[in-house]
């Protein structure tokens, strides 16, 4: 048996991607045939972060999209590499910097502070200021783990590695190997993560309910948003208050709110939800997909854009907020790219089958699942893998980023049998297919997991890999590493460890259920106490000002159909998207398998924020007619007959609290206007201006 990571060349139609943007319009290149993972002899690694950062200096626009160059002029990256069917791949780039349009009224003679001045004045201030019952284990994991052998037919855990090197020597814990990180602590490793560190709020018990910790929990950091319990809940349970969101959890009350929202089959669809029938391709199976390729393509339809399309419409309008949340934090922790090759026909089927029908249930599940879905075995070659030319790129993966984690204990040598084990799996004819004939038989030990592995029969040889799936997902290492991710996710860049303590232990005691760690973390004091430790992504602003602008998804009356092919409300969601690229984030968008970092310093760019406030902009003037908007003289609806009761009053519609003096005077600056200034509910022509430069502040780009 060769003990190689090298793929045979050869073409096929069922074949994995480099998770690159599609190389032509019509997203339907054939597949061509793979390569090796990398030259010769070489064994890429993790090497540190890209050449160029340093401490305290985050990178601009988003996650670094370039990587340094290594001695042999590879390009190095950040995070996992591995085999696409034109070799080893670099992200796309990104788009140039946008700088600073639209903002250009610095030289009015007439007003006393420019526009573009009081907007970077207001918004840059965010980053200052940022810096249940127990469920037993289900039957189905519970069956995975009750498995047996006879004696062996080979043993890969004695097996010698043969190519290891000076950088990755086989068998040793590649944590102490590479000068990798997880990526988020590589990012709060700067000066600006050590600011947010000091303001985290530490210790931390668990109460018997949300309201109760809510109730009970004092605020103490320093924040400009207000400690507003039922404030706090909307903007972290959910992708952006609304007034309607804030009346519904004070009228219903906080517990009552949360059982609802996770139970998201019993809330209705919303209107926009209905709508998703405007998208086609999202009705469609895999085996569909592939049998209508031609038509769709001349049709121009694109199904993985249709998936981020509804994605995104379900993000804004949505009533099943916490569950869509989930949806998007699975999506980066188990990450697999909407635009990989392969992904028009696959991607939204992993959506469906595997991260929604999931995301509030059981994670051991959902990563067995993954494990079985021809999203994943393309996307990480698993499917070129077999006995005598083994592919560990899924293996890795499976225990670097989707259990485990990078210093959850294993080795090498772990990473090598993990990859024997797993052949045989692949894809053929769109569908989930073992081929025994590429199975590896033999006895491995990964972790703690041993099993003899030893059956010929395919059914008994692939509930063996099934089994080793399950027991990552119920591994105390996994429990750590999902609970520090979803701290990091609801409470701070830099979550308490006596909260992640907590949720790992939950975790555990629930077999890896997801509903119990939620109710963990929002009965607990360090979630109620972290008010203003988080800051939006990209992604997350935007979808934001939509929910907070009251954007409607029916089409307004100045809509004009020019695309015969798409309705109003399928443009107006490609138009989104479009504007979640240039600014670096939209869902299911990262190439590479890690998923886009969740720590405020990976995203900050004055770029990428005034490209943000341009949009809000777009959004107040109603310039996106394919949907319905409220008129700006209109979001208040008995304006106050002064400037600075209006300014008051408009905050508290778009960002639910009163600004700070020093932030009234900015945005009344914006106007040109003093407090006591008589004004129309148009503020004399400025309250767009005024608007916009509301949702610059802090109190809209905290959550």
Same mark, same amino acid.
């Given at each position: 048996m060769a003990d190689q990571n090298v793929p045979p060349r050869r073409p096929r139609d069922d074949h994995?991607?480099?998770?690159?943007?599609?190389?032509?319009?019509?997203?339907?290149?054939e597949h061509g045939p793979s390569t090796a993972y990398g030259p010769t002899g070489h064994q890429p690694g993790h090497p540190p972060y890209p050449t160029g950062h340093q401490p305290g200096h985050p990178p601009a626009a988003g996650p670094q999209p370039a990587y340094p160059m290594t001695a042999g002029h590879e390009p190095a990256r950040r995070g996992p590499r591995w085999v696409g069917p034109d070799g080893l791949g670099d992200r796309p780039a990104r788009p140039a910097d946008p700088g600073l349009p639209n903002l250009d009224d610095d030289g009015d003679p007439g007003r006393r502070v420019g526009r573009r001045r009081a907007l970077a004045a207001i918004g840059g201030t965010a980053a200052v200021v940022a810096g249940g019952a127990a469920l037993a284990m289900t039957p189905q994991v519970r069956g995975l783990l009750d498995l047996g052998g006879d004696a062996p037919v080979g043993d890969a855990t004695g097996t010698t590695v043969t190519d290891g090197s000076s950088v990755r020597p086989g068998g040793q814990q590649p944590s102490t190997v590479r000068t990798y990180t997880e990526q988020n602590e590589s990012y709060m490793g700067s000066r600006a993560g050590a600011v947010l560190k000091r303001n985290t709020p530490t210790g931390g018990r668990t109460f018997s309910g949300p309201a109760a910790a809510a109730e009970a929990t004092e605020v103490t950091v320093e924040t400009v948003l207000a400690k507003d319990p039922v404030r706090h809940l909307a903007s972290r349970a959910t992708f952006g208050a609304t007034p309607k969101l804030l009346a519904d959890i004070r009228r219903m009350g906080i517990d009552a709110w949360v059982r609802q929202q996770l139970e998201p089959e019993k809330i209705a669809p919303s209107a926009a939800e209905l709508k998703l029938s405007?998208?086609?391709?999202?009705?469609?199976?895999?085996?569909?997909? %592939?049998?209508? !390729?031609?038509? =769709?393509?001349?049709?121009?339809?694109?199904?993985?854009?249709?998936?981020?399309?509804a994605t995104i419409a379900r993000q804004v309008w949505s009533e099943r907020q916490l569950f869509e949340v989930m949806v998007d934090f699975w999506n980066d922790f188990l990450h697999v790219a909407a635009d990989f090759d392969g992904g028009e026909v696959y991607r939204a089927s992993f959506d469906a089958d595997v991260v929604r029908r999931h995301a509030l249930g059981s994670y051991p599940e959902m990563l067995v699942a993954a494990n079985k879905h021809p999203a994943l075995l393309l996307y990480l070659n698993q499917n070129d893998s077999r006995a005598d030319a083994v592919n560990e790129n899924l293996a890795r993966e499976n225990l670097e980023l989707y259990s485990v984690g990078v210093d959850g204990g294993y080795t090498e040598k772990d990473v090598r049998q993990a990859a024997l084990l797993q052949t045989g799996r692949g894809v053929n004819d769109g569908k989930?297919?073992? %081929?025994?004939? !590429?199975?590896? =038989?033999?006895?491995?030990?990964?972790?703690?997991?041993t099993h003899a592995n030893n059956s010929d029969d395919p059914l008994k040889a692939d509930a063996a890999i099934d089994a080793y799936i399950a027991y990552l997902g119920l591994h105390p290492s996994t429990a750590r590493y999902v609970a520090q991710s979803l701290a990091t996710r609801f409470v701070s860049d830099t979550p308490p460890?006596?909260?992640v303590d907590r949720l790992a232990k939950t975790y555990a005691a629930n077999k890896g259920m997801i509903k119990p760690m939620l109710m963990t973390l929002?009965?607990?004091?360090?979630?109620?106490?972290?008010?203003?430790?988080k800051v939006r992504?990209?992604?997350?602003?935007?979808?934001?000002?939509?929910r907070a602008l009251g954007v409607s998804p029916q089409a307004s009356p100045a809509f004009r159909q020019g695309d015969n092919r798409r309705t109003a409300f399928a443009q107006g969601l490609r138009q989104v998207q479009d504007k979640m690229r240039e600014l670096g984030q939209?869902?299911?968008g990262q190439p590479t398998p890690d998923g886009y970092p969740d720590v405020y310093v990976a995203w900050t760019s004055a770029g990428t924020m005034v490209n943000g406030w341009n949009e809000a902009g777009e959004l107040i003037g109603g310039r996106r007619t394919q949907f319905t908007y409220t008129p700006p003289e209109k979001l208040v609806a008995k304006p106050p007959a002064t400037a600075g009761a209006y300014v008051d009053a408009l905050a508290q519609r778009l960002v639910h609290q009163k600004l700070s003096a020093r932030e009234r005077e900015l945005i009344l600056d914006v106007a040109g206007v003093s407090a006591?200034?008589?004004?129309?509910?148009?503020?004399?022509?400025?309250?767009a201006a005024v608007a916009r430069t509301i949702l610059a502040s802090p109190q809209h780009h905290l959550r």
């Open positions: 994995g991607g480099d998770g690159r943007q599609h190389p032509s319009p019509d997203a339907y290149r405007e998208l086609p391709t999202l009705k469609l199976s895999p085996q569909q997909l %592939r049998d209508q !390729r031609d038509t =769709l393509n001349e049709r121009g339809a694109q199904p993985e854009r249709e998936l981020v399309d989930y297919v073992f %081929r025994p004939e !590429r199975h590896y =038989l033999g006895k491995v030990k990964i972790l703690g997991f460890k006596s909260l929002l009965s607990s004091s360090e979630f109620w106490a972290s008010v203003g430790q992504r990209p992604m997350e602003y935007l979808v934001a000002t939509y939209y869902p299911m006591g200034t008589r004004v129309d509910a148009t503020f004399g022509g400025a309250v």
